[in-house]
């Protein structure tokens, strides 16, 4: 840790348009006081930007105008000026085609609305899965002060006393139903008790890891990811980040002083001891690319091979996350990684400490929730990146939550050219299929869905559904819901309608799929792959929305994050020209 605080005061950025008394600074000024501001909060104190993904339609982050009340009192105790600014919000249940294709398109709105204003630092206020990232890389490419704050998780989903948990009970439930072991009647009583607070999924899905990344990263106060939406030291979290952005603005603790390196590699570990989502390796690669970190999926492997997964959370697991808040919270995890050598202890966070001085204190109040390593889910938790002539730029595979007995398999392709192929045939009883095959489905990538729909862990056949088996091989180019389980070859690169081999895999090829040694194999000879490849022509459509076309055009493979080329790297914040 070698952060050294800027001299206080000084001149900030949005001084640029508040200060002095020539007409664009009284153009400036004038119009925000309509909003009855005293003259004094324009006299060089940090203007704080609350960008607040709230929206009605973003459910999991319903809340957050609340919240942002909190942040606000924060900020004001400290001496700072907060603006509450509405922003793009990426909602995980309502956006089509998929969420993920407008990750990039928030980070590239909010990076501009936070250089483009007079904004010297910002709270994230954040929550559902995309809403994360996407404000984490706009911060990472402006370098603005900035610090997390997420919705937090809903309670404990209940069903006929069943602890059910979001996401995962929607997967379990829905095949209990095309195995014919629940009624639809049942299912659509259940969907209510799975949801029954505020706040963002309650498993170890995309949500609830990506803030357990913010605060690994350094980038959220310790204690921040695991307090339920509705527990009132979720406003506590919300008031005290509002205190701290303004200290960090006066002393210009930015972004990249805490996304170093040695803060992503903690994270990769983290996500392994938690049992995270695949999905934060894509999310971690495009934070680094905006930060211009260099990180690659061979460091998830390097980092998380031996990193035993202790969260006994589901989809992995059991327990959900309000439990995992009693227990301690990610802070107990992150000690455990410290206590194990796991852990660059050094590495600055917003708190303006190292994070293993924020943890080193913090005791495990429930070993049957964050559990002894001798007792840890899996030893080796970290997320599986494998290659072979199938996936030459790689393929993810979460091991904490797949079948042990599935880790080495060999079976024949079952291919789906797409995903309207799959549902089109996947229920029928002539499918020629059974629990030995490996499941095969092309065209969910990036460029192809495109976006990189959430359908990897695609059901299983009815027929297999009812010989009671839960589990088969599965690869694909798509992602996977963080609340989702199996074993899934996922994020298959290069993918197929960039022309990678997946897109030439046939019905009744062998695939050979070998995760002690990281192989992704197709058993056809180097020959008849290339002729294949020589053969294919792209067939996926070019889409109408004009954000789309530029989304197809410009993403770049899963394997490096799947941000559009053009936004990679940190521009910074210069004030630009005034234009009046
Ligand atoms: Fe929003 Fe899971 S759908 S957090």
């Not at 483009?116 to 890389?137: E, I, Y």
């Not at 009624?183 to 607070?197: D, G, K, L, N, Y």
């Not at 020629?432 to 460029?447: A, R, S």
């Amino acid at each position: 840790m070698s952060f050294k605080p800027a001299k206080w005061p000084r001149k900030l950025r949005s001084q640029e348009w508040f200060a002095g008394t020539h007409k664009d600074a009284i153009y400036h000024r004038g119009w925000m006081k309509n909003q009855g501001l005293p003259a004094d909060l324009f006299d060089g104190r940090p203007v704080i930007g609350i960008l607040n993904t709230w929206s009605e339609l973003t459910p999991c982050n319903a809340h957050l105008r609340d919240l942002a009340e909190k942040v606000k009192y924060g900020i004001y105790e400290a001496g700072g000026f907060p603006v509450e600014v509405p922003v793009f919000s990426a909602s995980e249940p309502g956006f089509r085609p998929t969420a993920m294709m407008f990750r990039n398109l928030a980070a590239m709105a909010v990076e501009e609305t936070m250089r483009g204003q007079p904004m010297d630092g910002a709270v994230l206020m954040v929550g559902c899965d995309k809403t994360t990232p996407s404000l984490l890389m706009a911060a990472a490419s402006t370098d603005i002060p900035s610090i997390v704050v997420t919705g937090g998780p809903m309670l404990n989903g209940q069903f006929r006393g069943e602890r059910v948990g979001s996401g995962t009970h929607l997967w379990k439930f829905s095949e209990a139903v095309r195995a014919g072991e629940m009624t639809a009647e049942e299912f659509v009583e259940a969907e209510a008790s799975m949801s029954r607070s505020a706040g963002s999924c309650n498993t170890m899905g995309t949500a609830s890891t990506m803030a357990s990344m913010a605060e690994a990263l350094g980038m959220a106060l310790s204690g921040n990811a695991a307090i339920p939406a509705v527990d009132s030291r979720r406003r506590v979290m919300a008031h005290v980040s509002g205190r701290r952005i303004v200290e960090m603005v006066k002393d210009d603790l930015k972004p990249s002083d805490v996304m170093t390196k040695q803060a992503f590699e903690n994270a990769i570990r983290t996500n392994a001891a938690i049992g995270g989502s695949t999905n934060a390796v894509i999310h971690l690669l495009a934070i680094a690319g905006r930060v211009g970190i260099d990180l690659s999926l061979d460091d998830w492997d390097r980092c998380g091979r031996d990193v035993p997964t202790i969260v006994n959370l589901m989809p992995s697991g059991e327990y959900l996350m309000e439990e995992f808040f009693y227990a301690g919270g990610l802070p107990v995890v992150i000690k455990r990684l410290g206590e194990a050598g796991l852990l660059h202890k050094g590495a600055l966070t917003v708190s303006g400490a190292a994070i293993w001085d924020q943890v080193s204190d913090v005791q495990n109040w429930n070993e049957d929730v964050i559990l002894p390593t001798e007792k840890a889910l899996t030893q080796s938790g970290g997320v599986v990146v494998l290659r072979g002539n199938l996936a030459p730029d790689g393929a993810v595979l979460k091991p904490s939550a797949a079948t042990p007995e599935l880790m080495v398999h060999r079976g024949r392709a079952v291919v789906f050219e797409d995903i309207d192929d799959y549902k089109a045939r996947i229920n029928d009883e002539d499918l020629d299929i059974d629990e030995t095959c490996v499941m095969v489905l092309k065209n969910c990538g990036p460029k192809g869905y495109p976006g990189m729909a959430e359908v990897g862990n695609m059901g299983l056949p009815p027929k297999v559904l009812r010989k009671g088996i839960t589990d088969m091989v599965r690869i694909s180019d798509a992602r996977m819901s963080g609340t989702a389980y199996g074993t899934v070859c996922l994020h298959t690169s290069p993918e197929a309608a960039a022309g990678g081999p997946l897109a030439v895999v046939r019905d009744g090829d062998m695939i050979e799929l070998d995760v002690p040694n990281r192989k992704l194999h197709l058993e056809v000879s180097d020959q008849e792959l290339k002729a294949r490849l020589a053969d294919w022509a792209p067939s996926h459509e070019t889409p109408d929305s004009g954000y789309a076309w530029l989304h197809q055009a410009h993403v770049e493979g899963a394997d490096t994050g799947a941000d559009l080329d053009f936004l990679k790297g940190c521009r910074g914040n210069p004030v630009g020209k005034e234009s009046h």
